[in-house]
């Protein structure tokens, strides 16, 4: 746990640090590599759905192991945000979902998060997950965990 906490503390360090804002999507004639980050058994609450446009210079990828996440490619901005949904929709607290664009300091969406919320009678907030992006030449570091004031024993 601690060499986790040490490396994420030292990769938190590295690249710019980017900005979400409420967003919709724009050009659905775009193709997206769908990334599902988490919800790896029935009380995983660390999920995420991260939509990166196809066809332009940046890749997202998920600072977790391998099992950590799935990564579906070539998929419409339709198929795409389906099957975010589902994935994201399956806890029986969960209440409705947030689509917000990666921009860069710019204000250029690179990529869509689509995270739940969750009732917050539950966990006493309805968002629960604290999502860094960081990026590093063409490569976004996707950096999820559950907020601090989240307990295992809550889950």
Do not use: C
Not at 39 to 50: C, L, P, R
Not at 85 to 108: L, P, Y
Not at 109 to 124: A, D, N, Q, S, W
């Amino acid at each position: 746990m601690l060499i986790s906490i040490l490396i994420i503390s030292k990769n938190l360090g590295r690249g710019k640090l980017l900005r979400t804002v409420p967003a919709e999507i724009a050009d659905i004639a775009d193709k997206f590599t769908l990334i599902l980050y988490g919800g790896e058994h029935s009380n995983d609450m660390e999920a995420v759905a991260i939509l990166d446009r196809e066809g332009d210079r940046y890749t997202f990828e998920p600072f977790a192991p391998k099992f950590k996440y799935v990564v579906k490619r070539g998929l419409s901005a339709k198929e795409a945000l389906e099957e975010a949904g589902k994935f994201i929709s399956w806890h029986n607290s969960f209440h409705h979902s947030q689509m917000r664009g990666i921009i860069d300091e710019h204000g250029n969406i690179l990529g869509y998060e689509v995270r739940p919320l969750y009732l917050p009678l539950t966990f006493g907030i309805d968002d629960i997950m604290d999502i860094d992006y960081r990026m590093r030449a063409d490569k976004i570091a996707v950096i999820a965990r559950l907020k601090p004031l989240i307990q295992p024993t809550q889950l």
